[in-house]
């Protein structure tokens, strides 16, 4: 689940990572009335919107007075924020951020992952905060610094001084920068983090660090020991698709493709997604039905793939070891019928009752195309599709 910088903010200032104060508003009139409430000579008016890159996609503005601060509210809410991250679709900015200004001396860039290949958490540094980590990763690789912390060990000094010494950071300087970084640490671990970004992390004048900037996902399979963090889930930045696709028990991600697929188990689901790939198509979906899927659940699925105009074909790949093969050819059918369904289907029935499951559709009147192998099925959609 992604977070908003304000919301991150609130959860990082709880263990101690210094923010900068800051107010929500969804009007210009409250941004305006937000900049009088800090006092300062300057604030920072920011779009909220679950993406990065907000900056070159105008969503952030400086102001030097209240006045200028609801222009700025004004100027950036009701606008579709187009940043690499959103797709050419964008995002619709419904509420700004106002928040101080600050004397800037350096930024930095640092994050705190998982590493899933490696099985730890990987901190990650770079001394060129407030730009883009993906182009400098591409074109200056040696300029970043990844840190293995493993689980069993924990934050060690010496993982913290490594770090601090990439930056170029000694004296005070480093000892500043040290307490936040174990600062942030813990909160990645106890708010079960997948991703925490702060970019920049900005040194002042008088040595301080502050989180400038926050992104912040945490682990699903988490939410629900994590009450607070669930409470800031917004579903206006949310597919609407997996909202209902989370409602029916079944896992869907939205993809860019034109192959809707419909399977049981996420790896399969993994392994039908890159054999469509292989074949010359491109996926529209991740969906797992799961292990126990029910008939209600297979036209759910259906409906869902549906949902998106894009798709030009759908691939069912089903694996029957605890689901039976019958039980989805009914839900098949039933989806087919009820919604009707005019794209080309291919399906694969694999596994307990697979004999039954294939009579039933070849009983059904319906233009399904059958397929026995995963290399056959991806092979037939393609063709179909194109």
Same mark, same amino acid.
């Given at each position: 689940m992604n977070l908003h910088e304000y919301q991150a903010k609130q959860l990082l200032s709880k263990f101690g990572v210094p923010v900068l104060k800051g107010f929500l508003a969804y009007t210009p009139h409250e941004a305006q009335k937000a900049a009088i409430n800090l006092g300062g000579p300057v604030c920072v008016v920011k779009a909220q919107v679950h993406a990065g890159g907000r900056g070159k996609a105008g969503g952030v503005k400086l102001a030097k007075s209240p006045e200028e601060a609801r222009d700025a509210a004004e100027a950036i809410l009701g606008m579709t924020l187009v940043t690499p991250q959103t797709g050419e679709e964008g995002k619709l900015v419904r509420k700004v951020w106002v928040e101080d200004g600050a004397a800037i001396k350096s930024e930095y860039y640092l994050s705190i992952l998982i590493d899933r290949a490696e099985g730890c958490y990987s901190i990650v540094a770079c001394a060129e905060g407030g730009t883009e980590i993906e182009e400098i990763a591409e074109t200056n690789p040696e300029k970043i610094l990844t840190v293995h912390v493993r689980p069993e060990s924990g934050l060690q000094g010496f993982h913290v001084r490594s770090v601090a010494s990439f930056l170029g950071l000694g004296g005070a300087a480093a000892k500043a920068f040290s307490k936040v970084l174990v600062q942030l640490f813990k909160a990645a671990q106890e708010l079960d983090t997948s991703m925490l970004e702060i970019n920049p992390l &900005?040194? %002042?004048? !008088? !040595?301080?660090?502050?989180?400038? @900037?926050?992104?912040? /996902? =945490? *682990?699903?399979?988490?939410?629900?020991?994590?009450?607070?963090?669930? /409470?800031?889930? !917004?579903? @206006?930045? =949310? @597919?609407?698709?997996?909202?209902?696709?989370?409602? +029916?028990? &079944?896992?869907?991600?939205?993809?860019?493709?034109? =192959?809707?697929?419909?399977?049981?188990?996420?790896?399969?689901?993994?392994? %039908?997604? *890159?054999?469509?790939?292989?074949?010359? #198509?491109?996926?529209?979906?991740?969906?797992?039905?799961?292990?126990?899927? %029910?008939?209600?659940?297979?036209?759910?699925?259906? !409906?869902?793939? +549906?949902?998106?105009?894009?798709?030009?074909? &759908?691939?069912?790949?089903?694996? #029957?070891?605890?689901?039976?093969? @019958?039980? &989805? /050819?009914?839900?098949? =059918?039933?989806?087919?019928?009820? +919604?009707?369904?005019?794209?080309? +289907?291919?399906?694969?029935?694999?596994g307990t009752n697979v004999e039954k499951g294939k009579e039933l559709l070849a009983n059904s009147g319906l233009k399904i195309i059958p397929a026995d192998w995963m290399d056959d099925a991806a092979q037939k959609i393609v063709e179909a599709v194109q």
């Open positions: &900005i040194q %002042t004048e !008088d !040595d301080a660090f502050i989180a400038l @900037d926050a992104k912040m /996902a =945490i *682990d699903d399979n988490a939410l629900f020991r994590q009450r607070e963090a669930f /409470a800031f889930m !917004d579903f @206006d930045e =949310i @597919d609407e698709r997996e909202i209902v696709a989370n409602q +029916l028990g &079944i896992s869907y991600v939205a993809l860019d493709g034109n =192959i809707g697929c419909m399977v049981n188990g996420a790896g399969l689901a993994m392994g %039908t997604m *890159d054999i469509i790939k292989q074949a010359g #198509g491109e996926p529209a979906n991740f969906l797992d039905v799961g292990g126990g899927a %029910t008939k209600e659940m297979v036209m759910g699925a259906f !409906d869902l793939i +549906l949902r998106d105009p894009s798709v030009k074909g &759908i691939l069912v790949n089903i694996f #029957g070891g605890i689901m039976r093969c @019958d039980v &989805i /050819a009914e839900g098949i =059918i039933a989806a087919a019928k009820e +919604l009707g369904i005019s794209v080309p +289907l291919v399906v694969r029935l694999r």
